[in-house]
């Protein structure tokens, strides 16, 4: 069983709808968590990051941390074509721990 | 601009033949990383290095070999005994902040066996 799950996709969703994104872990020392959107043949650009559990909100983008599930997500509102990409969730123990990283969500926004 | 510089953006390689793939920073971060990407693998941890001078194995170091001469420099080597390395290679530096540390990535490099 890998570390961090996620569902690899494609998502397929219109342009103004939700979207929710997520992962599962299994190691219950993580306690910082990121999102990262990959565009194709680009390198991942840092959307989020939160330390432990909560809600964090930026623009139309909101992390969410759920501990005691060891679930995390990363909603979407309001999403856009331009949303279009592989988005990868990763997370550590904090500090310098080694960070691991799920195998990224395909999202597609249509039109 | 601060940022991750990767070159080339394409690389080919012959069989047999070493290549090196170059990483720069201009973040003042001590911690790099290099990652191989493949599709449906995720990130996969090839080295890394955290201080000057100092670099780990990390969990696929077979065939690959780095050097940190220079806090602003990570460069990859792949060598002929890196049997299957088509892939897309990503540099990352890290910094701690908000209690973990963030690795900011470069636009990597494609490699591809001729």
């Known amino acids: 069983q890998k570390e961090v799950e996620q569902d690899p996709g494609p998502l397929s969703v219109p342009e103004g709808a939700i979207v929710s994104l997520n992962c599962t872990y299994s190691n219950s020392a993580f306690q910082y968590f990121m999102w990262y959107r990959q565009y194709s043949r680009k390198g991942p650009e840092l959307l989020m990051y939160t330390y432990s559990s909560g809600n964090k909100e930026d623009g139309r983008f909101t992390a969410q941390v759920d501990k005691s599930s060891k679930y995390i997500s990363l909603f979407i509102r309001d999403s856009q074509p331009s949303d279009s990409a592989t988005y990868l969730c990763?997370?550590?123990?904090?500090?310098?721990?080694?960070?691991?990283f799920g195998t990224g969500t395909k999202l597609q926004v249509i039109p | 601009d601060g940022g991750i510089t990767q070159s080339p953006k394409y690389l080919f390689r012959k069989e047999g033949q070493n290549v090196t793939l170059s990483c720069e920073q201009n973040?003042?971060?001590?911690?790099m990383y290099w990652y191989r990407q493949d599709p449906g693998q995720g990130l996969r941890l090839i080295y890394y290095?955290?201080?000057?001078?100092?670099?780990q194995k990390g969990d696929i170091a077979e065939g690959y070999s780095v050097s940190r001469e220079k806090k602003e420099s990570f460069p990859l080597t792949v060598t002929s005994a890196q049997k299957n390395p088509t892939a897309f290679y990503l540099c990352?530096?890290?910094?701690?902040?908000?209690?973990?540390?963030?690795?900011?990535f470069g636009p990597g490099t494609r490699l591809l066996v001729l």
């Open positions: 973040l003042n971060h001590d911690a």
């Open positions: 990352a530096s890290s910094a701690v902040t908000g209690g973990g540390e963030t690795q900011y």
């Open positions: 990763a997370m550590s123990a904090g500090g310098y721990q080694k960070v691991t």
């Open positions: 290095s955290q201080i000057v001078n100092d670099f």
